[in-house]
Nanobody, 127 residues
Framework: QVQLVESGGGLVQPGASLRLSCAAS????????MAWFRQAPGKEREFAAGINRSGGSQYYADSVKGRFTISRDNAKGMVYLQMNSLKPEDTAVYYC????????????????????WGQGTQVTVSS
């Protein structure tokens, strides 16, 4: 049974920082690329950041590039999202996603390409 548990969300002012964490259990963590998606009210779930199995490659949506950093610790089964210079438009529920089906050389950017999801953590950026 795969479990993904996010933490670290909250209410912050514009320009502040937050660090989200996702704890994974139940499968060999290093066999899955990992991703953070986010969903704002009334909008579709969208890709925010991703990291390959080894942690050597990171991928970002244009809207967060230069402000967010994704990282992982395979020994601990953890993936992180450091979010700096937060903007009101970053307000959303943030979800951690994993998929343990065989990965090729291409990263997966679509929500429908991930089998396992956390429960989500709310990030609200407001003055």
């Amino acid at each position: 049974q795969v479990q993904l548990v996010e933490s670290g969300g909250g209410l912050v002012q514009p320009g502040a920082s937050l660090r989200l964490s996702c704890a994974a259990s139940g499968r060999t963590f290093s066999s899955s690329g990992m991703a953070w998606f986010r969903q704002a009210p009334g909008k579709e779930r969208e890709f925010a950041a991703g990291i390959n199995r080894s942690g050597g490659s990171q991928y970002y949506a244009d809207s967060v590039k230069g402000r967010f950093t994704i990282s992982r610790d395979n020994a601990k089964g953890m993936v992180y999202l450091q979010m700096n210079s937060l903007k009101p438009e970053d307000t959303a529920v943030y979800y951690c996603a994993a998929d343990f089906r065989p990965w090729g050389t291409s990263f997966r950017f679509g929500a429908n390409e991930y089998e396992y999801w956390g429960q989500g953590t709310q990030v609200t950026v407001s003055s």
